[in-house]
C-alpha cells in the first residue's frame, strides 16, 4: 500500500512502514511514562509526524483527480422528499408542579445532563461502516453473530442509541474501493438513525478547496437530502480549516499537524483544542477546531490495548468540570478482518461498562453535538411564568435564530424550586422529564430550514490561472475586490505586485513562469472577496498547476 500525496507542501514522505516503526518506537518510549500524559503527548506528536507522511491514510489509494481550476460539476437530481419534522417556530412547555416555590430552569451542558462523552468517528466511507460500526452500534448481525446494539438512557427513561460520526468523500465511489464503500441506501439508512456524517472533502483532497468541501456536499445532499455541518480535512490538507470556517462551518476534527493548515494553531495564536476532547463548558462553539487521537486501524488486541486507555484517559481526567466529550478516529475496523468486529465491540462495551461511566456518558456524534450546543446558543426564552394557584410552569422558547442548517434541535433544562408532576409541549415531537432530578428532555427535529447547497451564493472561484512570461493572469467567475498581494504565491517565484478588477486580476511576478510552478492563494492572507458582497470571500487554491502560453 502506498501512501498517497495529496499535499503539495509535503515535500518529504516517509514509507508507511517507516512511519509505523517511528510510530512504534515512539509508543514504546512513551509506555513507561504515566498513563495520563501519554495519550496526550502521542497527540501532540502526531502533528510533526503527519507531515512527514503526509497522507498516511491506508484506505486513500486514489489520489485527488489532477488539479485543474474549474467550475462545479456536480448537478442536482431529485431525491424522495424526508419527513421535515416539527416546523414550529416555538416550543411551548407546560410543567405541571407541586410544593413549588419560585421555580426556575437552566439549560443543561450537555443533553440530558450528561457529565462526559465521546465522539468517535470514521474516515473514508468504508462498507464496514455500515456492515460492523453501525451494525454494533444500532443493533444488527455481522459475521453471522446477533448484536443487539448499546444505548444509554436519557436520565428520564428512554433509550437513546450510540452514535458515531462517518468522514465521507461522497462522490460516487467514496475515492476507495468501489466495491468496498458503503451504499448510498446503507448511507440513509444510517443517516436514519441519527448517525453523523461529516465532510472529508468530494475526492479526499485537491487544490481547490472551496470545490473540494461544496461538491461534497452537493453531492451528500443529492443522494441523502442530508446536509454536512462539519469537516473531517483528510490527511492534514492545507486550506480547509480557514475556508472551512468561512464557508459557516464551525467543527473541524483533524490531527492537526505542522504545517498547520491557516495559521490556526501558529504559536501565539492557537484556536485548537488540543488533548483529542473537547471541554464542553468552556469551548468556543463557533471554532472548535478538535485533534483527535487515533484509536489504530487494525483493531487487534495491542490497539485496543491504546482505545481503552484513551476512554480512561477522558472518563478519568481531572478537568471534570469542563465535562469533556474525547474525539478519537479509526479506518477501521476494516470488514475483510473478522476478528475486528469481536474486538470493535469489545471496544464499545469497555466504553458502556466503564466504572467511571455509570450512564453519565453522552456518545454522540458531531452533529448531534454541534446542532445542541448552537440550539441552545440561539434559541430564545419568549416568555417564562409560573402561576401558583394552577401549579403551572409556563416557558415558551422561540427557535427564529437558530442556523437553519442545525435540524436536531433537542434541548435539555433543569427544573428546580419544586416537584415536577408533568409535563406537555407543542411543537416538539417527544418530551420526557424526572421527577426526581427535575430534567426535562425536549425532542424536536426541523430539517425544513436547511439550505440546499445547490442553492447556496458562493464565493468568486477562479475559472483559470494563465501565466506569459512575467504576468499570471487569474480569472474568476465573477467580479472581485480585493488589495493584497500576500494571498498570493507561485511557488520558485515571487509575487511583486497585484492588479486588476472585476473578473481579472493580474500578479506581476521576478521570474517567468514555467510549468513546473503551481500556484496559490491563501484566504487567511488575502482578502480577495466578491464584489460589493464582503462576506464571500475567494477560498483557498493549494498548488494548481499554471497554464503556461
Ligand atoms: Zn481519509
Redesign the pocket.
Known sequence: MEACILNPFSSISLSLQEAFLFFDELQLSLSIQKKSNMLNIITRAVKYIVVLVS?H?P??NQPAPSATIAIDTVSAITVPKLDPGDTSRFVNIEIDMQKAQHPSFAFTDLPYDKTKGMMLMK??ALRSDYTFVFKILSGGTVNGKRYPGFTFTDGAGKEIGYKYSF?I?PNEGH?TDINNVSSWAQINEMIAKGHGFMN?SFF?GGTDKLKAIKDAEKNMWRHTHYRMTEI?P??NDEGYVESGLALGYHMIASEFGEPVPDGNNSPGNENMSWGSYIPMTTQNFKKVLISRTNLGDQWNREELKNAKDFIDYVFTNPNKDKKLIGAAFS?GPFGDKKEQADVFFEFINYIKNHPENHDSAWITSSKDLMDYVGTKAEIVIASQHYDAKTGKFKIVLDMKKVNPNITNRNLSLKVQGGEIVGVKAQGAKEVTFNSKTGLINIYKTDRSKVVDPFKEALPPQIVSTTASGKTLTITYDKPVAQSKAEGYEVTENKVLGLKGNGKIWQLTLERPVTKSQLFYYRIQRGDARQANQSTLRVCTYAGSPIKVI
Do not use: L, R
Open positions: 497522507s491514510i484506505y486513500c474516515d473514508d468522514a468523500n475515492t472529508h479526499h473531517a483528510p490527511g479506518h
